[in-house]
Nanobody, 127 residues
Framework: QVQLVESGGGPVQAGGSLRLSCAAS????????MGWFRQAPGKEREFVAG????????AYADSVKGRFTISRDNANNTVTLQMNSLKPEDTAVYYC????????????????????WGQGTQVTVSS
């Protein structure tokens, strides 16, 4: 099975940028559809962005469209979330997730459809 480790979180002022990375080990990432999710205190885990196995298809939550970009480098087994124009409401623990069951080209937004999760990285945006 694949192990996922997120990095790149931290404190940032509103309007700033962060780049989150998700490194995979144990299996090649190219067979996994991937997603980024986040969970703020007292709230449910929510979808942020997703990318298909080959990277040809992506999807974003309405709240981050135009500000966040998901990408993947299958040769280096990494998935990245570039976050620009950050807002205080983006504050949360961010998780990457992956699953092999999705068809090629498929992007899934439902967290309960992903079997593999990282430990999360905290993003704190101050106003």
């Amino acid at each position: 099975q694949v192990q996922l480790v997120e990095s790149g979180g931290g404190p940032v002022q509103a309007g700033g940028s962060l780049r989150l990375s998700c490194a995979a080990s144990g299996r090649t990432l190219s067979t996994y559809a991937m997603g980024w999710f986040r969970q703020a205190p007292g709230k449910e885990r929510e979808f942020v962005a997703g990318i298909s196995r080959g990277g040809g298809n992506t999807a974003y939550a309405d709240s981050v469209k135009g500000r966040f970009t998901i990408s993947r480098d299958n040769a280096n087994n990494t998935v990245t979330l570039q976050m620009n124009s950050l807002k205080p409401e983006d504050t949360a623990v961010y998780y990457c997730a992956g699953d092999q069951r999705f068809a090629i080209g498929m992007v899934t937004t439902a967290p309960d459809l992903f079997d593999y999760w990282g430990q999360g990285t905290q993003v704190t945006v101050s106003s």
